[in-house]
């Protein structure tokens, strides 16, 4: 086994991994800078992965792929789409203006735990020390701000914990694409599925929910808030099923750390959001976690390698 090429491949999912956090952060925030100008959750959020769809699969046809067509893809862009894009995705954009950016943001941390769990249970990873270790410090940060958050949203109780069953669905659909991931097929060539078949059923959300309008008022505002979202989900989703590819299930699940460490600042910051005590040591702990876990991916690869090469 080419022990460079490892080393490659440990690159694209580090750069991958950096590029869908800030996609993911630029989303939450997106969804509070819409709900600032009016623009409600459903439309926002259906119009823009609408355009995405439409470019990811313009993406495709310019770089020749064909989407797999069999039943086994036709079942893995729905139940993708299920626990990746549409259960995720209208509890954050419902959840943001409850709760608040920050929160949102920060329970994106869960998801390395559950998903290393998941993997273990699957057979799918090996027990590190370092990757466990790299959870623990991650998951104890993120819960210092959930505990903090919890104390200055007493009325929205309800939606903090409907906020958290974001992670769990995170987690199957990480360990979902991996288990079910077409053979021989692109990253290219998957994601405009998985986004298609989300569209599709958020489309029927909104049909069947006579409160839930799809309709959103033709302003320069909403127009480019659209238009801006659908671009950022093309580039999320694109790099995210890259990275599925590269880093395994339970890197990819690291986003969440990333995203909610760049998310809280620029909510605080720009956003006005209340800044909270606990910030500084819950950063602190999720860098120390985040460096951990790729300690321990990086031993793993470099070992994986090794006794390839010896045998």
């Not at 495709?60 to 893995?76: D, S, T, V």
């Not at 559950?114 to 991650?138: D, K």
């Not at 990275?243 to 690291?254: E, I, N, R, Y």
């Amino acid at each position: 086994m080419d022990i460079n090429n490892k080393k490659s491949q440990l690159k694209v999912a580090l750069w991958t991994l950096f590029g869908t956090s800030i996609c993911i952060s630029l989303t939450t925030n997106l969804a509070k800078v819409a709900n600032i100008n009016g623009l409600q959750p459903m439309p926002f959020m259906l119009w823009s992965l609408c355009l995405s769809a439409i470019a990811l699969i313009l993406n495709m046809l310019i770089k020749q792929e064909k989407m797999p067509k069999a039943m086994n893809a036709l079942r893995y862009y729905f139940w993708s789409a299920v626990w990746s894009v549409t259960l995720p995705n209208l509890i954050l954009f419902f959840g943001v203006p409850k709760v608040g950016v920050s929160f949102v943001a920060l329970t994106m941390c869960l998801p390395p735990l559950l998903t290393y769990l998941g993997a273990l249970m699957m057979g799918l990873e090996r027990v590190s020390a370092w990757r466990i270790g790299g959870v623990a410090f991650a998951l104890t940060g993120a819960f210092i701000l959930v505990a903090a958050q919890w104390k200055l949203n007493v009325s929205n109780q309800l939606w903090l914990v409907i906020t958290l069953l974001g992670p769990v669905f995170l987690a199957m659909g990480n360990i979902y694409r991996t288990l079910h991931w077409p053979a021989g097929s692109k990253p290219e060539a998957l994601a405009p599925g998985m986004i298609l078949f989300g569209s599709i059923m958020l489309l029927a959300f909104g049909a069947i929910h006579a409160d839930t309008s799809i309709q959103f008022e033709l302003s320069k505002t909403h127009i480019g808030l659209i238009l801006l979202q659908g671009l950022v989900f093309t580039a999320q989703y694109l790099l995210l099923f890259i990275l599925q590819k590269a880093g395994g299930p339970v890197f990819l699940s690291l986003i969440g750390t990333i995203s909610a460490a760049i998310s809280v600042p620029v909510a605080t910051i720009l956003l006005g959001e209340p800044l909270l005590k606990a910030l500084a040591p819950s950063a602190l702990l999720m860098l120390i976690g985040l460096l951990m876990m790729i300690k321990g991916q990086n031993a793993q690869r470099s070992n994986t390698a090794l006794s390839q090469s010896e045998a």
